[in-house]
């Protein structure tokens, strides 16, 4: 039986994970950056600005263009959609999950938030 540490590197090699700050320059252009961190790690971390908050959960509903509870802004399949989570483990297993509802131009970002905050980049208390 595959492990883990086998299942989340055949997701990455699906993706075409970006850094921090190319994340922070997709969003900035229009991609949806989605944070799956739980509320505690928000709440103990801090937010991104503009950042969407979606549970991890739920993920899949909220994301798919198709689904009756999706959010506003999945309007199709080729919506940018860029994951983050803590430490940018659970977000490659998200982000696969993504690719395989037909959202082509999903991916994480590599490092997670705490990527994201050693990088200097924009945080909210």
Known sequence: ???IDYVLAKARRRLRRVTPQQAAEEQAQGALLVDTRTYQQRAEGGVIPGALVVDRTVLEWRLD????VRIPEATDHDVRVILICDEGFSSSLA???LLDLGLINATDVAGGFQAWKAAGLPVKA
């Open 1 to 3: 039986m595959p492990g």
């Open 65 to 68: 263009p198709t689904s009756p």
């Open 95 to 97: 982000a696969a999950s």
